[in-house]
């Protein structure tokens, strides 16, 4: 069974930094590209970075150069280290991985960035 599990969310300051965490399972991790999304209540999910198995990186323009993502093979997790943080970063956070043809979603973690 894959499972995917957030963790790292809270509330940060603008100009803060968060380093969330995607726990897999069930998978053979190291040959799976990852994801991570972000959702705000009533809009559209939207990709924010990925992450090949050979380590590979893309980022949505707007997150280029404040956000990383990376990946621990040995731990089977992806991260995403965000920095100068943005009120308009506020979003759930969901990581992603497709494995046989299916997308598997983590439940997700809440990044609050406020004044």
């Known amino acids: 069974q894959v499972q995917l599990v957030e963790s790292g969310g809270g509330l940060v300051q603008p100009g803060g930094s968060l380093k969330l965490s995607c726990a897999a399972s069930?998978?053979?991790?190291?040959?799976?590209?990852m994801d991570w999304y972000r959702q705000v209540p009533g809009q559209t999910r939207e990709w924010v970075a990925g992450?090949?198995?050979?380590?590979?990186?893309n980022y949505d323009n707007s997150m280029k150069g404040r956000f990383t993502i990376s990946r621990d093979n040995a731990k089977n997790t992806v991260y995403l280290q965000m920095n100068s943080l943005k009120p308009e970063d506020t979003a759930v956070y969901y990581c992603?991985?497709?494995?046989?043809?299916?997308?598997?979603w983590g439940q997700g973690t809440q990044v609050t960035v406020f004044s």
């Open positions: 069930g998978i053979l991790f190291r040959v799976y590209a």
């Open positions: 992450i090949s198995s050979g380590g590979t990186t």
């Open positions: 992603k991985t497709n494995y046989g043809g299916v997308a598997y």
